[in-house]
C-alpha cells in the first residue's frame, strides 16, 4: 500500500522586531519600572533605544543592571523631546516603532499584541490605543470610546504618543517629528508634536486606526504645574491648528467649548479648572496667530531627509 508523502513542516516566521524609543531626562526609579515591565513581555522580539538626555553617566548604572535581559541601544541627545526622538528613529532597526515615556510602563502582553495588530490589519501605518493608570483609570487626557479609523475630526482623542505605535517605513516618510514642537522645543509651543505626526501621517494618505483595548499604563498627571502645563500645551495645540489648516471656524469652536467648560467649573467654584479652560483659550489663540519658525527644516533634519 502506498502511503501519502507528508507535507514539509511549516517554518515559523517570527514576528517582525518592535524598536521601543524611549527618550529620558531626569528619572531613574520610573525608567526602571519601564524595564521591569519589559523583562515580562510574551514576545521578546524588540530592542530599547533610549536616548539619554542627562548628564553624562547618569544612567550607566542602571543600563548596566538590565543590559545582559534587554537589548539596549543607549544613544544620547541635545534638549528637546523631538529632537531625541528624531535621533532615536534614526537608530531603530524594528520594523515597528512605539514611543514609551520614561515614566509609563507596558502590561505583559502589549508588544505581542503591536505584533498582532499590525498583522491584522497590513493597511495600516500607525495604531493608537490608551493610556490607564494603575487602577484602570484613563490619564493623560480623554480617549474615544470605541475602535474607529482615526481622521482630523477625531485625532484629538486617538492616544498619545505612550499609545502610539508606527511603521518604521511610514515614520521616516513622513520626516519624523517636528523639532519646533514638544517638550524642551526651543519655540513656545510645548506640545502637540504627536498630533502632529499623526496628521501629517493622514495627510500622506497612510492608514490610522484606533484600537480602544490597546492600552499602556501611565499615572495620572500631578497637581504641580497644572496651569503653567495648560499654557504651554495650548500654544502648541495652537500651533498645530494652524499648521494642519484648521480653519477659523474650527478654532472658534474650540474656544466656545473651552468658554462653555470654564463658565460650568465656575458655577461649581471650581477656580482651577476654571483657570486651565482660560488658560487652554489664551494660549490656543496665541500658538494660532504665531508667525511661522521653520517647522518644515525642523522636521526632518535628523534624519537625513
Same mark, same amino acid.
Given at each position: 500500500?502506498?502511503?501519502?508523502?507528508?507535507?514539509?513542516?511549516? %517554518?515559523?516566521?517570527?514576528?517582525?522586531?518592535?524598536?521601543?524609543?524611549?527618550?529620558?531626562?531626569?528619572?531613574?526609579?520610573?525608567?526602571?519600572?519601564?524595564? #521591569?515591565?519589559?523583562?515580562?513581555?510574551?514576545?521578546?522580539?524588540?530592542?530599547?533605544?533610549?536616548? #539619554?538626555?542627562?548628564?553624562?553617566?547618569?544612567?550607566?548604572?542602571?543600563?548596566?543592571?538590565?543590559?545582559?535581559?534587554?537589548?539596549?541601544?543607549?544613544?544620547?541627545?541635545?534638549?528637546?523631546?523631538?529632537?531625541?526622538?528624531?535621533?532615536?528613529?534614526?537608530?531603530?532597526?524594528?520594523?515597528?516603532?512605539?514611543?514609551?515615556?520614561? #515614566?509609563?510602563?507596558?502590561?505583559?502582553?502589549?508588544?505581542?499584541?503591536?505584533?498582532?495588530?499590525?498583522?491584522?490589519?497590513?493597511?495600516?501605518?500607525?495604531?493608537?490605543?490608551?493610556?490607564?493608570?494603575?487602577?484602570?483609570?484613563?490619564?493623560?487626557?480623554?480617549?474615544?470610546?470605541?475602535?474607529?479609523?482615526? #481622521?482630523?475630526?477625531?485625532?484629538?482623542?486617538?492616544?498619545?504618543?505612550?499609545?502610539?505605535?508606527?511603521?518604521?517605513?511610514?515614520?521616516?516618510? +513622513?520626516?519624523?517629528?517636528?523639532?519646533?514642537?514638544?517638550?524642551?522645543?526651543?519655540?513656545?509651543?510645548?506640545?502637540?508634536?504627536?498630533?502632529?505626526?499623526?496628521?501629517?501621517?493622514?495627510?500622506?494618505?497612510?492608514? +490610522?486606526?484606533?484600537?480602544?483595548?490597546?492600552?499602556?499604563?501611565?499615572?495620572?498627571?500631578?497637581?504641580?504645574?497644572?496651569?503653567?502645563?495648560?499654557?504651554?500645551?495650548?500654544?502648541?495645540?495652537?500651533?498645530?491648528?494652524?499648521?494642519?489648516?484648521?480653519?477659523?471656524?474650527?478654532?472658534?469652536?474650540?474656544?466656545?467649548?473651552?468658554?462653555?467648560?470654564?463658565?460650568?467649573?465656575?458655577?461649581?467654584?471650581?477656580?482651577?479648572?476654571?483657570?486651565?479652560?482660560?488658560?487652554?483659550? %489664551?494660549?490656543? +489663540?496665541?500658538?494660532?496667530?504665531?508667525?511661522?519658525?521653520?517647522? +518644515?527644516?525642523?522636521?526632518?533634519?535628523?534624519?537625513?531627509?
Amino acid at each position: 500500500m502506498s502511503s501519502t508523502p507528508s507535507s514539509a513542516p511549516s %517554518i515559523a516566521v517570527p514576528p517582525p522586531l518592535v524598536s521601543l524609543l524611549v527618550c529620558t531626562k531626569g528619572r531613574s526609579a520610573q525608567l526602571e519600572r519601564l524595564f #521591569d515591565s519589559l523583562l515580562v513581555q510574551t514576545c521578546p522580539a524588540f530592542e530599547v533605544v533610549l536616548v #539619554d538626555q542627562n548628564e553624562p553617566g547618569t544612567l550607566e548604572p542602571i543600563v548596566a543592571r538590565y543590559r545582559d535581559r534587554l537589548a539596549i541601544d543607549h544613544v544620547r541627545s541635545a534638549p528637546g523631546l523631538s529632537r531625541a526622538r528624531n535621533v532615536g528613529l534614526a537608530r531603530c532597526r524594528g520594523d515597528l516603532i512605539a514611543f514609551p515615556d520614561d #515614566d509609563c510602563w507596558y502590561p505583559a502582553g502589549l508588544v505581542a499584541e503591536v505584533v498582532r495588530l499590525f498583522a491584522e490589519h497590513p493597511q495600516a501605518d500607525a495604531v493608537t490605543g490608551r493610556t490607564l493608570d494603575a487602577t484602570g483609570r484613563e490619564s493623560l487626557g480623554a480617549f474615544l470610546a470605541a475602535d474607529q479609523p482615526v #481622521d482630523r475630526r477625531n485625532v484629538w482623542v486617538a492616544g498619545n504618543s505612550n499609545g502610539l505605535f508606527v511603521r518604521r517605513a511610514a515614520a521616516r516618510a +513622513v520626516g519624523g517629528f517636528d523639532e519646533t514642537l514638544g517638550v524642551g522645543a526651543p519655540t513656545p509651543f510645548r506640545s502637540g508634536e504627536e498630533t502632529d505626526f499623526l496628521l501629517r501621517l493622514l495627510g500622506q494618505g497612510r492608514g +490610522v486606526t484606533f484600537r480602544h483595548g490597546l492600552v499602556v499604563h501611565h499615572d495620572q498627571v500631578g497637581e504641580a504645574g497644572r496651569h503653567k502645563r495648560a499654557a504651554d500645551y495650548a500654544r502648541g495645540f495652537g500651533r498645530v491648528l494652524r499648521l494642519h489648516r484648521y480653519g477659523l471656524f474650527y478654532l472658534g469652536f474650540r474656544l466656545a467649548r473651552f468658554t462653555a467648560s470654564g463658565g460650568r467649573a465656575l458655577l461649581r467654584r471650581d477656580t482651577g479648572t476654571a483657570l486651565d479652560k482660560a488658560l487652554w483659550a %489664551i494660549g490656543t +489663540v496665541s500658538g494660532y496667530c504665531a508667525a511661522r519658525r521653520g517647522a +518644515v527644516a525642523g522636521k526632518q533634519g535628523a534624519l537625513g531627509h
